[in-house]
């Protein structure tokens, strides 16, 4: 998220829209696992989330040769 913040200026508004909805579908679905409360996320806000953190891990570990 601090990394996104940091290169908001170089993103376009379109890029910018997307990565709010984004976020706010990771927060949403972190703060409902952290009180328990995943069934009421609604479902599509669980898929994105899901695929966010999917693709993040994928970044991160992308050269990682173990």
């Known amino acids: 998220m601090l990394q996104l913040a940091r290169q908001l200026d170089e993103l ?8 709010s909805t984004l976020t706010l579908d990771v927060l949403t679905a972190a703060l409902a696992d952290a009180l328990e409360a995943q069934n009421a996320v609604p479902p599509h806000t669980r898929r ?3 695929m ?4 993040a891990f994928i970044r991160e570990n992308l050269g990682d040769a173990h």
Request: charged fraction near 25%; glycine fraction near 0%.
């Open 52 to 55: 966010a953190r999917i693709h």
């Open 48 to 50: 994105r989330a899901l």
């Open 12 to 19: 376009s508004l379109s890029d910018t829209a997307r990565l």
